[in-house]
């Protein structure tokens, strides 16, 4: 038996389109043991360290999930495998376990090994108490760490609590992959839940919500089935709030298709998973493709950010995004990867997950929650076991940048040229790659794009690159945003260039 929760986030996946096998393959649980048997147990951790990344392999069988950071700067995460939450603090290594207070069964009755129940996919600090859902009751249950004792809050019978958010007046919110979609808030005092239903029919349900600031909330509410999807905004202060559809746009596409729209602009959310809010404008992480996308506010339209590709998929599964206030982060699920768009959403930085970096679908460390504070941005990992962080402070010792306009006007069937420049240090053999909207992969199709250096040996110093742009007679216009990428597969380096076809 797989849960809901999880089946929901396997039909994501499956949107892709001929992905059925590898991600079914790569995200259906196994069967283990339940984690520690006492209800708290300590352990001493050793981190692993390559460039910006830091991670520390759990203990066998916990498969990480939902994460926030701490004040004090640890990091507290669901454990499916354990059932429970886990306190880890990054200074000394120390894990500390927390075992929910209940028995598990499955729907026969036989005892399970624990992921029927328990796939978490968020957990809050909430006036001192670490809460997390449970499906298993349709509640949401709370840890308090300083005696090590539990509370719960009822909600509906028929409610899925997913994922959690902070709201204002020290309310506690929470979306519901129950149909149709809506949401829930918990009240401080009382513990009452009310429910708001969303706008978005009874096909759909809510996946994950936001507050910019104490009367602007952020809610995206997803199509499992089909794919597609709405953001709307509300007030949360409000006793009836109503929710305002952001960008005019609601998809609901009955098939996933393998192009974008006809101009290469992004059409409103397709697959999206996650919203933040940063770099000018508010931020969708799209699970269907290679590609983030940015609502932009003053043109009052969809873009979109494709990727780096990699070579052993078609799609990197941007899965979940945060800002940092300097930058907006995302994790590439298939990537296997962490990355950075920064700079007035200029350029991307994308951090290799593993060293070395996977080349294989099936050896991905399976990515899935992240979390920002101070100068981390946490990850987990939910097959391979670990709980790390990017440290933001870090600068790779290469950079890429254009020297030439970041835009470039054609026509379909002329050409353009760019200009690259690469600088600083490498040891490793660098290799250029270029990306665009064109379609769902981000490789590009009636765009090409030809170097005059495809490889370096290594770099010291700078090295000035010129890339031909040709532009297909077939090419439909509009404007398509392109990436120029040099990686040495721990660490990619692009900057975004804009093209503008003309009629």
Known sequence: MVSRKLTIAIMLALLVGGGLLGAFVLLSPQKYQCGPQSMVQSTQLTPVQFGAVTKYQLPPDRSPNGIVAAPDGSVWFGELGAPGVAHLYPGNGTLVEYRWPFDYKSASGAPT?????????GVAIWNG??????????????????????QTVRLNSTSQPYTLALGPDNTLWFTDLSYPARIGSVDASTHQVTYYNLPSGSQSVSAYMLFENSTLGYVLSIYPDTGGGSLYSFDPTASNPSFALVGGNETVPQSRPSSKVSTGVGGGPSTPTSV????????????????????????????????????????????????????VWFNEHYGNRLAEICCNASALTEYSLSNPPVENITKIDNSLTIAAAGSRVW??????????????????????????????????????????ELSGESSRSLILQFSDSEQTSATPQDISFTSSVQTLSSLNGEQSVAVTISAAEAIRPGQYSALMTVTDGLISRSVYLTIDIAT
Request: aromatic residues 16%; hydrophobic residues 35%.
């Open 113 to 121: 090994g624990c992921f029927d129940w328990t796939d978490t996919w």
């Open 129 to 150: 108490t670490i809460w997390a859902p449970n499906q298993d009751n349709s509640s949401l249950v709370g840890l308090n760490p300083s005696n090590d004792t539990f």
């Open 276 to 327: 933040t809010v940063g770099e000018g404008g508010i931020w969708l992480a799209e699970h269907s493709g290679s590609d983030m996308e940015f609502y932009n506010e003053s043109a009052m339209r969809w873009e979109l950010y494709p990727t780096s590709v990699v070579g052993y998929v078609p799609w990197t599964l941007p899965y979940f995004d945060v800002s940092t206030g300097s930058a």
């Open 379 to 420: 990850f987990t990992e939910w097959t391979a076991g670990y709980v790390g962080f990017v440290d933001t402070t870090y600068r790779p010792s290469f950079s890429v940048s254009l020297n030439s306009s970041s835009t470039i006007e054609m026509r379909p069937g002329t050409t353009a040229t760019a200009q690259m």
